[in-house]
Structures are given as structure tokens and as C-alpha cells.
Nanobody, 128 residues
């Protein structure tokens, strides 16, 4: 079992930056692929980014490519999402899930069903 707690959300102006953190506890976190998803009111959950257990491989949703960066520090059991050039349409609750090992390049980590553990989410609001 892995417990995940997101933090770092809040209110930011359009064009600004923000960094989200996801702290993990429980099993050996470095074994788990992790990601970020978001969900805006009235919309489906959307893939934002994912990273392999090592952090070497990263994947991004089309809407955030070039603006967001996912990274992880396994020594701190933490995954980060650095967000820049924020837009009002980035407003959502951001979730940090983890997928049971082993990592496989054959798995589509952009699909929420591939993840087994989810945090409670953190609200990000971008004002225009």
C-alpha cells in the first residue's frame, strides 16, 4: 500500500508558475511509476504527466507539453510537477497517482486505470 499526499496548490495569475509536490509513504516508493492527472468541474479526469520509477522516462499530455515538468526525488519519496506559463484552463484539482510495479514500457501510463493508488488532490486556480 502506498499513501500519497499532494500539496502546493493555490491561486496564481495567468502566466505565472507553481510547483506541486506529492509525498509518498508506505512501500518502497522508488519501485512505482507515478503521474499527475487533473480534473476540472464538469470535465473528465485528464492526463497531465507521468514518470517511470527512475524518473528517466517522462510523458506529457498535449495540453501541457513544453510548460509542465514532472520529476521525482526517490530519496525524499516525492514527485513534483513544475508548472509554468499557466493558463486559466489549467484550473483543476490535481491528483498524484502511483502504479504498482513492475514498470513496463508497454503500459500506457496516460490512462488513469493503470494506477492503483491516488492522493486526495490539490486545487490549482489560475486567474485571468
Amino acid at each position: 500500500q502506498v499513501q500519497l499526499v499532494e500539496s502546493g496548490g493555490g491561486l496564481v495569475q495567468a502566466g505565472g508558475s507553481m510547483r506541486l509536490s506529492c509525498a509518498a509513504s508506505g512501500r518502497t516508493f522508488s519501485n512505482y511509476a507515478t503521474g499527475w492527472f487533473r480534473q476540472a468541474p464538469g470535465k473528465e479526469r485528464e492526463f497531465v504527466a507521468a514518470t517511470s520509477w527512475s524518473g528517466i522516462l517522462t510523458y506529457y499530455g498535449d495540453s501541457v507539453k513544453g510548460r509542465f515538468t514532472i520529476s521525482r526525488d526517490n530519496a525524499k519519496n516525492t514527485v513534483y510537477l513544475q508548472m509554468s506559463s499557466l493558463k486559466p484552463e489549467d484550473t483543476a484539482v490535481y491528483y498524484c497517482p502511483a502504479a504498482d510495479p513492475p514498470y513496463s514500457s508497454a503500459i500506457d501510463y496516460s490512462q488513469s486505470g493503470q494506477y492503483h493508488y491516488w492522493g486526495q488532490g490539490t486545487q490549482v486556480t489560475v486567474s485571468s
